[in-house]
């Protein structure tokens, strides 16, 4: 069935120099899925798929469960009697500290990420989990250890926790790279959005637990400690699944490692799939390296035939990030203990984001990617309108009332939109020649803002309070609409490779036109 397209095309005197900005409408998809036939459940086996998918869950549980449990935690190490530390007045005092303590695993995931990003590709998406299990048991260690600190100076106890959550920090931008990424180059095309966004449903498990945790150890001195030292368990056995599924099979095919990229379908896919599909991906690269000569112009990353994806993917991320709902949980109990409410109001929006998430999970594939990420930046434009009017300084039972269902709107609607669809994107748009370093770059991105948003939050709260600081997220919500109307595609449906291949197709029509025509202008064709 033919697909209209509208393609805008800029004057420019060679394709290097003006560069599209975008490739067609924003409201139709790339293409029907062509390439490949559609995998289903008969193709691939279930138990394989469920192995391959539960270390870069776990992995993922465990960047989420630190979320829920700082929560708890930056309220006991400034507590007098909970700390369980001498230096717990230096953290009750300085709003910046306790900002630099939450913000430390952001830190941490921008120096992962950064490292990977820089040495793209170097090693495999699998080993990428395996290495950030191991920081996670080596950072939890040292934050278990700093809470035990009660003869220690400030200096040495801060230092000691600092640095755990900064190593703890790294294995998380390490695995959220791995993780991704080898859940879209490993998993069948009919469930990759189902996978993907399923692990951002582990996130969100992870945080819940983490509030559980938290609950638990609040009123014991030194909890915070503990409730950290926890994650070693699980992070352990990370390492050990890192042992029993595959290396990415597209990984080891870019590799030239084709006997392993065949064993690693193989452990997929059944009988003679398997070999059907090593056969596309196969056809794929010789494809890819046909249609991209050698090229010595060829910028890598920044090429400007990758400028779409590129803007598409990472936007989606910073906007994940400065609309603010990531850095709320981190001090959701605080905040609801500045709006009277009490510690169980945390829990109850951990469970709340749980089950929104997972609706996500089992329409992403369903309704499209931008039909979720419009629903979901809707319904927090709405409820962070109401945060920003409804005085926090109110205590009557309606304005708490108000309160609390605008928090739980307010982070439903990321996990309709922003939260599974943001990393779901980033493991498609990106082609495979750079998806490493940009999977790096967009994880960069991410916790670099989260970085940001998590130190300033308290300031920030502080200085002109929680209303005003929620118009602000609400006006970068209000622009969030326009850069996903205009700015990203869809791409329900569709293998990796001919995401790629029509990103390709659609530059290189647009740069011809460009060349053509002296002004710009909008050109309607049908692509059968």
Same mark, same amino acid.
């Given at each position: 069935?033919?697909? /209209?397209?509208?393609?805008?095309?800029?004057?420019?005197?060679?394709?290097?120099?003006?560069? /599209?900005?975008?490739?067609?409408? +924003?409201?139709?998809?790339?293409?029907?899925?062509?390439?490949?036939?559609?995998?289903?459940?008969?193709?691939? %086996?279930?138990?394989?798929? +469920?192995?391959?998918?539960?270390? /870069?869950?776990?992995?993922?549980?465990?960047?989420?469960?630190?979320?829920?449990?700082?929560?708890?935690?930056?309220?006991?190490?400034?507590?007098?009697?909970?700390?369980?530390?001498?230096? $717990?007045?230096?953290?009750?005092?300085? /709003?910046?500290?306790?900002?630099?303590?939450? +913000?430390?695993?952001?830190?941490?995931?921008?120096?992962?990420? %950064?490292?990977?990003?820089?040495?793209?590709?170097?090693?495999?998406?699998?080993?990428?989990?395996?290495?950030? %299990?191991?920081?996670?048991?080596?950072?939890?260690?040292?934050?278990?250890?700093?809470?035990?600190?009660?003869? $220690?100076?400030?200096?040495?106890?801060?230092?000691?926790?600092?640095?755990?959550?900064?190593?703890?920090?790294? &294995?998380?931008?390490?695995?959220?790279?791995?993780?991704?990424?080898?859940?879209?180059?490993?998993?069948?095309?009919?469930?990759? &959005?189902?996978?993907?966004?399923?692990?951002?449903?582990?996130?969100?498990?992870?945080?819940?637990?983490?509030?559980?945790?938290?609950?638990?150890?609040?009123?014991?001195?030194?909890? $915070?400690?503990?409730?950290?030292?926890?994650?070693?368990?699980?992070?352990?056995?990370?390492?050990?699944?890192?042992?029993?599924?595959?290396?990415?099979?597209?990984? =080891?095919?870019?590799?030239?490692?084709?006997?392993? %990229?065949?064993?690693?379908?193989?452990?997929?896919?059944?009988?003679?799939?398997?070999?059907?599909?090593?056969?596309?991906?196969?056809?794929?690269?010789?494809?890819?390296?046909?249609?991209?000569?050698?090229?010595?112009?060829?910028?890598?990353?920044?090429?400007?035939?990758?400028?779409?994806?590129?803007?598409?993917?990472?936007?989606?991320?910073?906007?994940?990030?400065?609309?603010?709902?990531?850095?709320?949980?981190?001090?959701?109990?605080?905040?609801?203990?500045?709006?009277?409410?009490?510690?169980?109001?945390?829990?109850?929006?951990?469970?709340?984001?749980?089950?929104?998430?997972?609706?996500?999970?089992?329409?992403?594939?369903?309704?499209?990617?931008?039909?979720?990420?419009?629903?979901?930046?809707?319904?927090?434009?709405?409820?962070?309108?109401?945060?920003?009017?409804?005085?926090?300084?109110?205590?009557?039972?309606?304005?708490?009332?108000?309160?609390?269902?605008?928090?739980?709107?307010?982070?439903?609607?990321?996990?309709?939109?922003?939260?599974?669809?943001? $990393?779901? =994107?980033?493991?498609?748009?990106?082609?495979?020649?750079?998806?490493?370093?940009?999977?790096?770059?967009?994880?960069?991105?991410?916790?670099?803002?989260?970085?940001?948003?998590?130190?300033?939050?308290?300031?920030?709260?502080?200085?002109?309070?929680?209303?005003?600081?929620?118009?602000?997220?609400?006006?970068?919500?209000?622009?969030?609409?326009?850069?996903?109307?205009?700015?990203?595609?869809?791409?329900?449906?569709?293998?990796?490779?001919?995401?790629?291949?029509?990103?390709?197709?659609?530059?290189?029509?647009?740069?011809?036109?460009?060349?053509?025509?002296?002004?710009?202008?909008?050109?309607?064709?049908?692509?059968?």
């Amino acid at each position: 069935m033919p697909l /209209p397209l509208a393609i805008a095309a800029t004057p420019m005197t060679d394709s290097e120099t003006h560069p /599209p900005d975008s490739y067609q409408r +924003a409201s139709e998809p790339l293409l029907s899925s062509t390439m490949s036939p559609p995998s289903d459940p008969s193709e691939y %086996a279930l138990l394989s798929v +469920a192995l391959l998918f539960s270390a /870069p869950a776990l992995g993922g549980a465990l960047f989420g469960y630190d979320i829920g449990a700082t929560s708890f935690a930056i309220v006991q190490i400034k507590d007098a009697d909970l700390s369980g530390v001498s230096w $717990w007045d230096a953290v009750a005092n300085s /709003p910046a500290l306790q900002g630099l303590i939450v +913000a430390a695993v952001s830190a941490g995931a921008l120096l992962g990420s %950064a490292a990977l990003f820089l040495f793209p590709d170097r090693i495999g998406r699998r080993t990428e989990l395996r290495i950030g %299990a191991t920081l996670y048991v080596v950072g939890a260690a040292l934050e278990l250890w700093a809470s035990s600190s009660n003869t $220690w100076s400030a200096g040495a106890g801060l230092t000691a926790l600092l640095a755990g959550r900064l190593i703890y920090g790294t &294995g998380v931008g390490v695995t959220m790279h791995g993780a991704p990424t080898y859940l879209s180059e490993q998993s069948p095309s009919s469930i990759r &959005g189902l996978l993907v966004s399923l692990k951002e449903a582990c996130i969100v498990l992870g945080i819940l637990l983490g509030y559980v945790v938290g609950v638990v150890f609040s009123t014991v001195s030194g909890g $915070w400690g503990m409730t950290y030292g926890v994650t070693m368990v699980p992070a352990s056995l990370v390492f050990a699944l890192s042992f029993v599924v595959p290396e990415s099979c597209r990984w =080891l095919l870019s590799q030239g490692r084709e006997s392993e %990229a065949l064993t690693s379908l193989k452990f997929v896919f059944l009988g003679d799939f398997a070999e059907a599909e090593f056969g596309v991906l196969k056809n794929s690269q010789e494809d890819d390296a046909e249609g991209r000569p050698e090229n010595p112009n060829d910028k890598g990353i920044w090429d400007p035939s990758r400028r779409a994806p590129l803007v598409a993917g990472i936007g989606v991320i910073v906007l994940q990030q400065i609309t603010g709902q990531p850095s709320v949980l981190s001090y959701a109990t605080p905040i609801f203990q500045d709006f009277g409410l009490t510690n169980s109001a945390s829990v109850i929006l951990a469970v709340f984001k749980l089950v929104a998430t997972l609706c996500t999970v089992v329409t992403v594939d369903k309704y499209g990617r931008k039909n979720l990420l419009f629903a979901g930046c809707a319904l927090m434009l709405a409820a962070l309108l109401v945060l920003a009017a409804v005085p926090s300084t109110s205590q009557s039972q309606g304005a708490k009332g108000a309160i609390l269902a605008a928090m739980v709107v307010y982070i439903g609607g990321y996990q309709v939109g922003f939260g599974p669809i943001g $990393w779901v =994107l980033i493991s498609e748009v990106f082609p495979l020649s750079v998806r490493g370093q940009a999977v790096a770059l967009a994880v960069q991105m991410n916790f670099l803002f989260n970085m940001v948003v998590q130190f300033v939050f308290p300031i920030l709260q502080n200085w002109i309070g929680l209303n005003i600081t929620f118009a602000i997220f609400a006006v970068l919500t209000s622009y969030s609409i326009y850069f996903v109307k205009t700015k990203v595609p869809e791409t329900k449906g569709l293998s990796l490779e001919e995401i790629e291949q029509q990103f390709a197709n659609m530059y290189q029509q647009n740069t011809d036109d460009a060349v053509t025509h002296d002004q710009p202008h909008l050109v309607d064709r049908e692509i059968t």
